[in-house]
């Protein structure tokens, strides 16, 4: 691959995900919709919403192009979180669903997300033969008396809400004075109904739905949640702020004291809630989640299972496992699988979760954070040489040896209280570089990674 | 081996069955190569009611909201009014997802230009030159523009337009009984308004939901409009009319429940047009020889071009011409209104010429005088055209003849025209005679030269 080529265009078994125009085209939508629409045996409807990026309209009319081509009937919830698109799928008894949207990335991008018909992400061999069919093309296309009907469907907010409400104390909750950076997605909107429906009282930031300019980036690292939030929460006496990226599936913390926290934190926490029930032992993680994991599991009783970065790997590790055993699922992105809903990454029911935490005992929301030993990660990421990267693995693991290596995914190196995991994303042509240490930043090792890693770009 | 045109991009348009042949990414890459032809700017996109259309119209919205235009949908309506909403619009083009009268499992990408004409054969072959070379303009998240709907006013305007040119309080105040039949097709909504409520006709209508299928083979001919006929003698009516699936063509039952011959409703229609303001005529070389005699009575010319619309409203807009049509399809181009062929016109100017004349459709009809058609289709390989053509001229020695289409020649009894179809593997003869006896003998002289 020619580096003056510039690339944004990344089609792998997570979907495809890039920037409009420069990348991501209409004829991508075009024939991932169809191959799609060609992969799913059921013959019930497919349920698809968008975040609210102006690229969303165009792919949304290409998506429903696509399935209805292929006789499937689309169910489609408008300007809607990624999570109620799954649990409208669930609900309706769908064959599957699509959601589009570049969640944590800037305005620009965009992408499809591909769901199958128990509402959660394709498992690695689903997303495999979906990509199978699109390399081939050969798409059933039905005769013109068997194409699809599009309906619209604005239930599905209050729907959605009705299931939260059933799962946590909507009662006790509403007491809390939150703040919310919406990022101007979609979190708005149910926040914003949650306020009129409910009354909470949800102080939104951010809140216009937005499909061009963002206030900013609506990713969930603690130097955005320390932009606009994490400033206003001591003024605004809130008890609690929580960050959304612009599909709602990822969630930040801001302390009351206005501290931003890692969007590494929303697991650990999470996690230690549920297996202080006693539900459940298993934590599955992905390989770049923080170590606070392993040491909050281990004072629980609870064991981590790590698998490759992707979420179709964490379907797989959720399907291999007897339900019973398993407490929780999340990332290190702050997307968190409640245990009430084990088929959906929602930051909407992350955050309700949280709120349920300091209620239940009876802490801040600092009080609670800093109960945590403190871990400091590093993130960074530099262009990709695909050919170059077996070569850069080795020559990594033979340079840091004395620690313990695991070659699952690209290459994580575990010392006691330090880690780092170089690895090839799969959403952009980048290789990623996350580096913890407990305590102060790895700031010498991180440093050393990315230098030796751009030396091999 | 057959071939079968399944996917036809041609000159009216990118025509195909839906399905493995006309596909949502071909009509999406289409739409794409449209919006970067226009140069962005709002495009309208409409569609008659082919289970296939929403599809299709998602697809075609994808692609020009790529090339970074602003599309407003205006949803289910003929393409007439498609066609005249668009310079209103202050658009740059517009699309309409119709395959006019063919079968339902077909459907077609048809392009006009920003006065909401037909793309000419320039306008297309460069579009398809874009679309070719698939370079398309890719507009940025910024450039995306938005899709607005607009279902009202395009049928309003087109409605205003066409009572502009009748004396509608005369047409209101005899309250006609009238039929009509539209295929459950694009008209159906509008056409009962537009009979109902704006020219007060006591209607008996059938196939006026555009949620069914089509009940009758698309094309509104003599054979096809069964119903229609039966309805006129039942309810007594005193005309009925028929639509083609994307409201466009129109075919006419008079009060006996006999439908006419399309050329005689372009005929009747002319009479009307020319009576009151003569000019030129523009029909193509299938249309009737009683469109010249109706032409001469009021000293007007006519011009005759090769078949397809486009083709009759290019040599419109170049002689200025008053009126035109295709004989043989029915329906009438009167410019006045709009460029392009529109059954609600027909309705209109063939009401009002019955209540100012107070005459009956068939004491309308005997007024012309009468030709013997006959049209067929034969099997046929492209390729041998050139022979055809030579042989038919030698078996005709003292015909005049036209190759503009095909080949045409005119004798002293009558005239013969042998074209290739421009959708399928098949020659299409017609034959117009002054006797029955004459159009047999100029049929059988011209079968044995094509069949040898």
């Given at each position: ?14 979907g ?28 019930g409807?497919v ?6 990026r ?16 292929c006789?499937?009937d ?6 809607v979180s990624t999570?109620?698109v ?5 609900r ?54 068997r194409?699809?009907k599009l ?13 939260l ?23 708005s ?6 306020n ?5 009282s ?23 949640v320390?932009?606009?939030?994490a400033p ?5 006496n ?22 931003a ?17 006693g ?58 699988m ?24 009876g ?7 800093a ?16 050919q ?8 990594l ?10 070659v699952?995914?690209g ?23 996350i ?10 090792l ?12 | ?10 000159v ?8 493995e ?12 190569a ?16 082919r ?6 119209q998602?697809?075609v919205?994808?692609g020009?909201?790529?090339?970074g235009?602003e ?10 009014t498609?066609?005249m909403?668009i ?11 119709t ?16 006065r ?8 297309r ?15 940025t ?6 899709v607005r709907?607009?279902?009202?006013t ?25 039929a ?10 509008l ?9 007060n006709c006591d ?26 006929a ?10 009925g ?24 409703v ?15 005529v ?7 020889s009683?469109?010249d ?7 007007c ?42 059954s ?9 010429r ?21 049209s ?65 003998v ?11």
């Amino acid at each position: 691959m020619r580096r003056d080529v510039p690339r944004s265009l990344r089609i792998s078994q997570v979907g495809l995900r890039g920037v409009i125009g420069a990348g991501l085209t209409a004829t991508h939508v075009l024939d991932f919709a169809t191959a799609f629409g060609t992969f799913l045996e059921s013959a019930g409807p497919v349920i698809i919403g968008r975040d609210p990026r102006a690229s969303g309209v165009m792919i949304r009319h290409g998506v429903i192009a696509g399935l209805l081509a292929c006789g499937h009937d689309v169910i489609d919830l408008g300007v809607v979180s990624t999570p109620i698109v799954q649990h409208a799928i669930r609900r309706l008894d769908a064959s599957g669903g699509v959601s589009i949207g570049a969640s944590h990335n800037s305005a620009e991008w965009n992408a499809l997300k591909f769901f199958g018909p128990q509402g959660t992400y394709l498992s690695t061999a689903e997303a495999g033969e979906l990509l199978d069919i699109y390399h081939l093309k050969k798409f059933h296309l039905v005769d013109w008396d068997r194409i699809g009907k599009l309906k619209t469907d604005s239930s599905a907010l209050d729907l959605y809400l009705d299931e939260l409400a059933g799962a946590f104390d909507f009662t006790a909750l509403k007491r809390f004075k939150v703040v919310v950076d919406c990022c101007n997605g979609t979190s708005s909107l149910i926040l914003r109904r949650m306020n009129e429906r409910f009354g909470f009282s949800f102080i939104l930031l951010n809140e216009k739905i937005e499909g061009v300019s963002f206030a900013h980036e609506p990713s969930t690292t603690e130097r955005t949640v320390a932009l606009q939030l994490a400033p206003l929460m001591r003024p605004l006496n809130a008890d609690a702020g929580f960050l959304f990226d612009a599909d709602s599936d990822r969630v930040a913390i801001a302390t009351n004291e206005g501290v931003a926290v890692s969007e590494e934190m929303t697991l650990p926490v999470l996690a230690d809630h549920q297996l202080s029930i006693g539900r459940g032992t298993l934590v599955i993680t992905n390989l770049s989640t923080t170590a606070l994991i392993d040491e909050v599991a281990g004072a629980r009783g609870g064991k981590v299972v790590r698998v490759p970065v992707g979420r179709q790997a964490a379907m797989d590790a959720l399907a291999s496992f007897p339900a019973a055993e398993i407490a929780i699922a999340g990332e290190g992105t702050g997307a968190v699988m409640p245990p009430q809903f084990r088929f959906v990454y929602d930051g909407i029911a992350a955050m309700l979760s949280i709120l349920t935490m300091l209620e239940e005992r009876g802490r801040t929301l600092a009080e609670l954070v800093a109960a945590y030993p403190r871990y400091s990660i590093l993130k960074g990421q530099v262009p990709l040489i695909s050919q170059r990267i077996p070569a850069l693995l080795m020559d990594l693991q033979a340079r840091y040896s004395d620690g313990v290596a695991n070659v699952t995914d690209g290459l994580r190196v575990d010392w006691p209280g330090r880690w780092f995991h170089v690895r090839v994303s799969q959403t952009e042509p980048a290789v990623r570089i996350i580096c913890e240490q407990r305590g102060q930043p790895p700031q010498a090792l991180f440093d050393a990674l990315v230098e030796h890693v751009r030396r091999f770009a | 081996m057959p071939r079968e045109h399944l996917l036809k991009v041609g000159v009216s348009g990118v025509r195909g069955v839906v399905g493995e042949f006309l596909t949502p990414a071909l009509a999406c890459a289409i739409g794409q190569a449209f919006g970067a032809y226009v140069g962005g700017g709002r495009v309208v996109v409409g569609r008659d009611t082919r289970a296939s259309g929403e599809m299709l119209q998602h697809a075609v919205t994808c692609g020009l909201l790529a090339a970074g235009c602003e599309v407003t949908d205006v949803g289910v309506l003929p393409t007439p009014t498609i066609q005249m909403f668009i310079p209103a619009a202050r658009a740059t083009g517009g699309l309409a997802l119709t395959a006019s009268h063919n079968p339902p499992e077909y459907n077609a990408l048809k392009f006009f230009n920003a006065r909401g004409l037909f793309f000419n054969n320039y306008e297309r072959s460069e579009l398809l030159d874009l679309w070719h070379q698939s370079e398309f303009r890719q507009a940025t998240n910024e450039e995306i523009r938005a899709v607005r709907c607009d279902y009202d006013t395009p049928p309003r305007l087109h409605v205003e337009r066409v009572l502009k040119h009748i004396d509608v309080e005369r047409v209101r105040a005899r309250r006609f009984r009238v039929a009509l039949d539209a295929v459950n097709g694009a008209g159906s909504v509008l056409s009962c308004r537009f009979l109902r409520k704006s020219l007060n006709c006591d209607l008996h209508a059938i196939a006026v939901d555009p949620s069914q299928p089509f009940p009758r083979v698309a094309e509104p001919r003599p054979d096809t409009l069964g119903q229609l006929a039966e309805l006129v003698r039942r309810e007594r009516c005193e005309i009925g009319f028929a639509q083609d699936p994307d409201g466009d063509r129109l075919a006419v039952c008079d009060e006996t429940g006999r439908v006419l011959d399309n050329d005689d409703v372009l005929a009747l229609a002319a009479d009307d047009v020319l009576e009151r303001m003569p000019g030129d005529v523009v029909v193509n070389l299938t249309t009737s020889s009683v469109m010249d005699d109706v032409a001469a009575w009021y000293g007007c010319k006519v011009h005759r071009t090769p078949v397809v619309e486009a083709n009759v409203v290019e040599k419109m807009q170049a002689v200025g011409a008053v009126f035109g049509g295709e004989g043989a399809n029915g329906g009438i181009i009167f410019p006045a209104v709009h460029l392009c062929r529109d059954s609600y016109t027909a309705m209109a100017f063939l009401l009002d010429r019955m209540a100012r004349t107070g005459a009956t459709v068939s004491a309308l009809l005997s007024r012309l005088p009468r030709y013997f058609r006959e049209s067929d289709t034969l099997p046929f390989a492209h390729g041998r055209m050139g022979s055809v053509i030579q042989a038919l001229e030698a078996s005709f020695p003292d015909a005049r003849a036209d190759r503009s289409d095909g080949v045409k020649l005119m004798l002293a009894e009558g005239w013969i025209h042998v074209r290739p179809s421009n959708t399928e593997p098949l020659v299409r003869l017609s034959a117009e005679a002054r006797t029955e006896e004459g159009l047999a003998v100029l049929c059988r002289r011209a079968r044995h030269v094509l069949e040898s």
